[in-house]
């Protein structure tokens, strides 16, 4: 009789026990949860999202969706975050040389030009200004695409 006595505190001190462990765990699980939420919408008042793509002209096309840069991040900006870029500044002009290895070629008329997705049209427009002058805004698709430029405009990704 004494052994079931022994038997019944020990589980019900184990039941308190694990008890108050799941709700001590649920409760910082929560807090933490609070505290992701409050800081994810801080980082949105002072950054941004974007998709980035690169296409290399061989049906090679690497997407990098949800890349966060800082607000008042630019095309040229972005695209270093994801990439090893070359590049030339004339003018105040950022030029894109190579992207990850890819170099311009000038004897067959390839080079790297920037597209932006434009939503309501449904197209992809070429970049109106150099690359480090575009000022990117939350939620932007642009496309880096390595083509023939001898005839213009090129051709849309």
Do not use: C
Not at 38 to 61: H, W
């Amino acid at each position: 009789m004494k052994s079931a006595w022994i038997l019944a505190a020990l589980l019900l001190a184990w039941a308190l026990g694990s008890t108050t462990a799941g709700v001590y765990y649920y409760e910082e699980y929560d807090k933490n949860q609070r505290l992701t939420q409050d800081l994810k919408q801080k980082l949105g008042e002072v950054s941004l999202s974007v998709n980035i793509a690169i296409d290399y002209g061989n049906d090679t096309r690497a997407w990098f969706n949800g890349t966060v840069v800082p607000v008042g991040a630019t095309v040229h900006n972005a695209t270093i975050k994801v990439a090893v870029v070359e590049h030339d500044q004339q003018f105040g002009a950022s030029y894109i040389i190579a992207i990850n290895g890819v170099r311009e070629n000038s004897n067959e008329k390839m080079s790297w030009m920037w597209w932006i997705w434009e939503q309501a049209e449904r197209k992809w427009i070429l970049g109106p200004i150099a690359n480090n002058e575009y000022v990117l805004t939350d939620g932007q698709t642009v496309i880096w695409y390595y083509e023939n430029i001898s005839t213009w405009p090129p051709q849309s990704p």
